[in-house]
């Protein structure tokens, strides 16, 4: 079973499109692909181009006919209908207020933006071009002089700066952290946007973070509060407006005739369908017996006991379903229970090394997923950017100034992976081991409960939101209060929990981000001690640690693809010392199942599905199925 995903940077459309910036080495071979290098007064060396990529040459030339993954001729039309978890209340995913829709963003573009067959490049999509220095201390945007937003007013640089303003201003807190090395923004002219970066911050991946902004309509907000939830369908650039809106059960997004991208080499063969339909559920159980019903008709399978025991309902076995597990070449998603250290009982390591202990996966694994996972243990999982054995003298260059906030464990054993237990669900082996971590933390037993040395209780409650979860949390409580300490699992719906991980009003909570492949800023979304206390981050553990602040610096800065896996690996291995998480369970594919009237490109590009992007409706598959009674 996999958690919904928590998103971590809502910037731009394709998740290879978190990358940043090109490095010196790029101006070979300049003009196969499109780039120009210039010279200013003073001889600073300017490089214009059509994308940027952060290590390596990109590898669409300008003028590109499409991607290569698509299919230039795919037919337009027809509904893509799948599924969301929970309820929603709102229209606008950028602030505080409101539980957005799925793929609310959907109405919005960014300067740039990437490619499913590249970890780290961007390319032109309301900018056709990007120019900066060497030491990216700055960079340009021109904009396309065509692009317009859904009310056909141009899109022009104010309109840039007021969205780089009003996030800041108005926006979630965290735009804070993303943008706090932004020196300034301005409009240098009509189409010409110019993004300052402060002196001394770490440049390489500030161009990304520029590039990624989502651009909202000055006027449009000018007798509107950016700051309050609607469900009125807002001005944008981008490809789909609001068709209808049920709040809290169903959204339904449109494609635009008058788009003014359409033509666009980097939108060939994307963005395929007439409607994007949403219908929310509850619970994954629920959202599965609709689906068998035709209530919608695709899905990604989360819920590894339906997958293995389930799939045999009547539209299968009459062929009317698509049944197939697809690659997904990504990080296998950091997925987990997080621990908030920001609490008292909870600050101690080793206080959470013994609860994470009594999370039994190999029984999981066996009882309630009939095998079907193998158990997480890196940030970085199933990726070369993974920690393993002993620090490499790489990891130890970026480590030992460091040694003071860390656990010395860094510099001695092998990266920390979670305790390997026997297939019951009572592990007695684990549990002597738990004890002892508590009894040196000053938790010990007095008439059977975990209490200190004021008398008071150990008490831990795991937050959740999923009924398809109390299954495998119950035996966690259940494995804790063997342990003596007082567990309990409160039960909320989505919308309580997403509004007390706002505001980290949690013991436990659980979490999936997936990870770049080209790690950066984004990270200090996740662990940095800025983020900490930053309402509605990301980081759901409140680690704030000057060694991990310094570590992400290390990797922002990365100056090539070693160096950057090198200081991942010293982030992951220290990270994973600390203990701020117990790790789940990954499968490194896409489990999917979908009415076959949906066709996507073969082979599939390695980090992306796409459903939503690059598939295609097939009108006569779908008549077949209306006519056999399929939906």
């Known amino acids: 079973m ?41 001889g600073e060396t300017v490089i214009k181009a059509h994308g940027i990529s952060t290590f390596g040459d990109l590898k669409y030339p300008e003028g590109f006919p499409h991607l290569d993954y698509v299919n230039p001729d795919a037919p337009v039309g027809g509904t893509m209908s799948t599924w969301g978890f929970g309820s929603f209340d ?25 490619t499913a067959d590249e970890p780290s490049s961007l390319y032109g999509l309301l900018a056709e071009s990007i120019e900066y220095p060497e030491n990216r201390q700055w960079a340009i945007f021109n904009l396309r002089p065509e692009a317009r937003f859904s009310d056909g ?16 201003e108005k926006g979630r807190p965290i735009y804070k952290t993303t943008f706090s090395d932004f020196e300034n923004v301005e409009a240098i002219g009509p189409l010409r946007v110019k993004f300052t970066f402060r002196d001394g911050a770490n440049t390489r991946e500030l161009p990304l973070a520029a590039a990624g902004l989502p651009v909202f309509s000055k006027a449009y907000y000018a007798d509107r509060d950016f700051a309050e939830s609607t469900i009125d369908p807002p001005v944008g650039s981008g490809r789909y407006t609001l068709e209808s809106v049920a709040p809290g059960q169903t959204v339904v997004y449109r494609r635009r005739d ?7 080499n980097i939108n060939v063969g994307r963005e395929n369908f007439e409607f994007i339909r949403i219908e929310m559920f509850a619970d994954y159980t629920s959202a599965f017996e609709a689906f068998k019903g035709g209530a919608y008709h695709y899905r990604e399978e989360y819920f590894s006991k339906l997958w293995a025991t389930a799939y045999d309902f009547p539209a299968i076995t009459k062929g009317w379903v698509v049944r197939a597990t697809l690659p997904d070449g990504r990080p296998s998603g950091t997925q987990g229970f997080w621990f908030n250290i920001r609490r008292d009982k909870l600050k101690d390591p080793r206080i959470r090394e013994a609860l ?8 999981s694994n066996k009882t309630l997923f009939y095998g079907l996972y193998d158990r997480t243990d890196s940030f970085w999982e199933n990726s070369h950017m993974q920690a393993e054995g002993l620090p490499s003298a790489g990891e130890l260059a970026l480590l030992e100034p ?16 979670p305790h390997v237990s026997k297939p019951d669900q009572l592990d007695r082996s684990a549990v002597r081991k738990a004890g002892k971590l508590l009894d040196a933390a000053g938790w010990t037993i007095q008439d059977g409960k975990r209490v200190n040395v004021n008398g008071e209780l150990l008490r831990i409650t795991i937050l959740n939101d999923s009924p398809s979860f109390e299954r495998i949390i119950n035996p966690w409580v259940e494995n804790l209060k063997k342990l003596g300490v007082e567990a309990d699992m409160r039960m909320v719906d989505s919308a309580q929990e997403e509004e007390l991980r706002k505001v980290f009003d949690y013991d436990i909570v659980t979490a999936r981000f997936v990870m770049s492949l080209t790690p950066g800023i984004e990270l200090r979304s996740i662990f ?34 070693n160096s950057l896996d090198t200081a991942v690996r010293a982030l992951d291995r220290s990270l ?20 076959d009237m949906y066709d996507h490109p073969e082979p599939l590009p390695p980090y992306a599905l796409g459903e939503n992007d690059f598939w295609w409706y097939d009108a006569e598959k779908a008549a077949k199925l209306k006519d056999d009674g399929a939906i």
Not at 259 to 264: A, I, T, V
Not at 356 to 363: L, S, V
Not at 576 to 595: C, D, E, L, T
């Open 90 to 114: 709102s229209l606008t995913p950028y602030i505080l207020k409101g539980q957005p829709a799925p793929l609310s963003s959907i109405f919005f573009e960014s300067l740039m933006t990437g």
């Open 402 to 417: 460091l040694r003071e906030h860390l656990p010395e464990s860094v510099f001695t054993e092998t990266a920390w992976s």
């Open 528 to 561: 940095s001690s800025e983020s900490a206390e930053t309402d509605d981050s990301s980081n759901l553990s409140g680690i704030a640690n000057p060694a991990i602040d310094a570590l992400i610096a290390h990797v922002e800065a990365a100056p090539d693809r």
């Open 153 to 168: 007013t141009p899109v022009t640089a104010d309109d840039v700066v007021f969205s780089f303003n009003v996030l800041i």
């Open 258 to 264: 008058d788009y003014w991208g359409k033509d666009l």
């Open 576 to 595: 994973r010392a600390m203990h701020i998480w117990v790790p789940q369970w990954y499968k490194g594919s896409h489990n999917v199942a979908y009415f």
């Open 356 to 363: 994470g202990m009594m999370f039994n996966f190999e029984w």
């Open 2 to 42: 996999t958690r919904k995903t928590r998103t971590i940077a809502p910037f731009t459309r394709s998740v290879a499109a978190r990358r940043s910036m090109i490095i010196a080495a790029l101006l070979a071979g300049s003009a196969t692909f499109g780039w120009a290098a210039s010279a200013t007064e003073d």
